[in-house]
């Protein structure tokens, strides 16, 4: 139940592509989702974050896409850029009433092409 | 403002030595989270700690790993009798606090342990 399964383990994008990466959980108790951006040697960067109250959330180039009732959220980056090349990690917690720690999904490795 | 500083960046240590992890949390922040992340895997949740307190270490492994975070000086995550497996980055993590808002966890650069 704690689990969260992301997909694809990796995947490759032409520059001005759309990048779209889904995650699936199966706790209802879960309440925060959060995208991290790592690249390599680094530590986790939060790229963007949403909460069961609403179905979309953009910042930028990305969007989060929230489907409550199926468990599921997607990342998608508009526009990639080689630069958007990194390893990317969607998570869960259930921050309300579990101590906020994040169950994180296995990464996707993303590259994009110029 | 600093973010969350961790040291050392790389530690190296024989079979059977001790390591020795230390995260400096945000400034404003008192909750601190470590996660081991092994080669070619995800970040996996070992322990949750606020000021002088462990609050879930459910995560953590029940021999040779332990936690602090003193009411003074940094979180330290503390490997004793390290082995092989041990090798891995560890990172830490802090939030200004738990539930709806501020719980933002920002991770540190972490640490990387290599077990000769």
């Known amino acids: 139940q704690q689990q969260v399964k992301q997909s694809p383990q990796s995947l490759i994008v032409q520059k001005g592509g759309i990048s779209i990466i889904n995650c699936a959980y199966e706790n209802t108790a879960f309440d925060y989702f959060p995208w991290y951006q790592q690249f390599p040697g680094k530590g986790p960067a939060l790229l963007i974050a949403?909460?069961?109250?609403?179905s979309e959330k953009k910042e930028g180039r990305f969007t989060i896409s929230f489907n409550k009732s199926a468990k599921q959220f997607s990342l998608h980056i508009m526009d990639s850029q080689p630069g958007d090349s990194a390893t990317y990690f969607c998570a869960a917690s259930g921050a309300h009433n579990q101590g906020g720690k994040l169950i994180f999904g296995q990464g996707t490795e993303l590259s994009v092409k110029p | 403002n600093a973010g969350v500083m961790q040291n050392p960046r790389h530690l190296v240590r024989r079979r059977g030595q001790e390591a020795r992890l230390r995260c400096s949390p945000m400034k404003g922040h008192s909750h601190v989270y470590w996660y081991r992340q092994l080669p070619e895997e995800g970040l996996k949740f070992m322990v949750y700690l606020q000021k002088e307190n462990i609050i879930d270490e459910s995560g953590m492994p029940k021999e040779r790993f332990s936690a602090e975070f003193p009411k003074e000086g940094p979180s330290i995550l503390r490997i004793q009798q390290v082995v092989r497996g041990d090798s891995a980055a560890y990172f830490c993590a802090s939030s200004r606090k738990t539930g709806l808002a501020g719980s933002e966890q920002f991770f540190g650069p972490g640490t990387r342990l290599t077990v000769l």
């Open positions: 949403i909460r069961p109250d609403v």
